[in-house]
C-alpha cells in the first residue's frame, strides 16, 4: 500500500487549495483515508475522514464548513478542498489509510497561509 500526497503551497489568508492523496495497493474499498495535519511546536492532529466504500465524512470543528473531503474511487484519490484558509491553517498535511486495523501514512505536503 502506497499513499502519495501533494497540492500543498502558499496561499494568503482567504485563499484557497486542494489537496489530492493518491492510493495505490488496495485489494478492496473497505478502507477509509483521513487527512492529517501538524503545524511547527505542536502534535499531529486529524482533519478529515472519509470511508471508502458508502463517502461518509467527518471533520474537525476547527474546519467544519472550511474544508470539504472527497474521493474519486475511479481514480483511487481523495482530496482535501480548503477553503477560507486561515493562518493557522499553516502546517505539513499528511494523509493516512486505515485498512484491516493497519495504518499507512503518505509523505506530507507543505500548506503555508501568509496573513
Known amino acids: 500500500v502506497q499513499l502519495q500526497a501533494y497540492g500543498g503551497g502558499l496561499v494568503q489568508a482567504g485563499g484557497s487549495l486542494r489537496l489530492s492523496c493518491v492510493a495505490s495497493?488496495?485489494?478492496?474499498?473497505?478502507?477509509?483515508i483521513a487527512w492529517f495535519r501538524q503545524a511547527p511546536g505542536k502534535e499531529r492532529e486529524g482533519v478529515a475522514h472519509i470511508v471508502i466504500r458508502d463517502g461518509a465524512t467527518e471533520y474537525a470543528d476547527s474546519v467544519k464548513g472550511r474544508f470539504t473531503i472527497s474521493r474519486d474511487n475511479a481514480k483511487n484519490t481523495v482530496y482535501l478542498q480548503m477553503n477560507s484558509l486561515k493562518p493557522e491553517d499553516t502546517a505539513v498535511y499528511y494523509c493516512n489509510a486505515v485498512w484491516s486495523t493497519r495504518h499507512y501514512w503518505g509523505q506530507g505536503t507543505l500548506v503555508t497561509v501568509s496573513s
Open positions: 495497493g488496495f485489494t478492496r474499498d473497505d478502507y477509509s
